[in-house]
């Protein structure tokens, strides 16, 4: 008898040694703050844009700035809650922001995700580390698309702005002779997406000179 008793508390200890342990163990930090979303925020880009045609032989560049406002927030058909996004476009500093479309963004435990142009595309899992792979078209009718955190967290300067921690995502990394596909996202803790790289040009086999297509880049200017 006095040894069941004996057992029954011993187990019962250890029982409530395990939870009390597990009750108080800290969280685990998936720094899902690389894609913060806060209603209020507004954030301003430089944005520098070549276009290539090789039916009118020209080369053309544009320059111009992309206002990303975050104003609301409503809960889709599946209960997530989602950011509103309003993009303004102007030519320069002293023009008059124009709207340009509405999109957007909403994140979960383990993905930061993008609705834009009717398609969802999954920009970023949590945590965010070196090799992580993940299929960013899973969501929408693109076709398989592999995104791939190539490096790990790296310190980055912009526009005269610092960020202590960065980090690199490749969208689309596709290159050959005649053909170049390369889309690279940065994001800062903290801050979310402060640089995009977009190449999408053809290429003559022989000189390898861009004979079609466009080349873009958005660099953060200011954020709040």
């Known amino acids: ?26 969280a685990i930090d998936l720094e899902s703050n690389y894609y913060p979303l806060t209603i209020g925020a507004v954030f301003i880009y430089d944005v520098d ?12 560049n544009y320059q111009f700035e992309i206002k990303d406002s975050i104003t609301n927030t409503f809960v889709d058909l599946a209960g997530n ?10 030519t320069d500093s002293t023009s008059l922001w124009v709207i340009q479309k509405v999109f957007s963004r909403n994140k979960n435990l383990r993905d930061g995700e993008e609705f ?18 993940w299929n960013g078209n ?7 698309q592999d ?8 310190s980055l300067t912009i526009n005269n702005l610092h960020f202590d921690s960065t980090i690199v995502v490749k969208e ?5 002779l005649i053909r170049e596909d390369i889309v690279n996202a940065t994001y800062a803790r ?4 402060v640089q995009k790289e977009v190449s999408a040009i053809d290429k003559d086999i022989n000189s390898g000179k861009i004979t079609n297509g466009y080349v873009y880049s958005l660099k953060i200017k200011s954020f709040k």
Request: net charge positive.
């Open 190 to 193: 903290n801050v979310g997406l």
């Open 138 to 144: 899973s969501k929408n009718t693109l076709g398989e």
């Open 81 to 90: 809650t989602n950011y509103r996004i309003e993009r303004y476009k102007r």
């Open 1 to 26: 008898m006095w040894q069941r008793i004996f057992l029954f508390t011993l187990f019962g200890s250890l029982f409530f040694t395990a939870c009390n342990k597990e009750t108080y163990a800290p």
């Open 49 to 60: 844009s070549t276009a290539y045609s090789n039916f009118s032989n020209t080369r053309v």
């Open 172 to 176: 689309i990394d596709e290159s050959n």
């Open 116 to 133: 834009i142009d009717n398609q969802r595309f999954i920009r970023i899992i949590f945590p965010p580390i070196a090799g992580a792979v």
């Open 147 to 154: 995104y791939i955190i190539n490096d790990d967290v790296a």
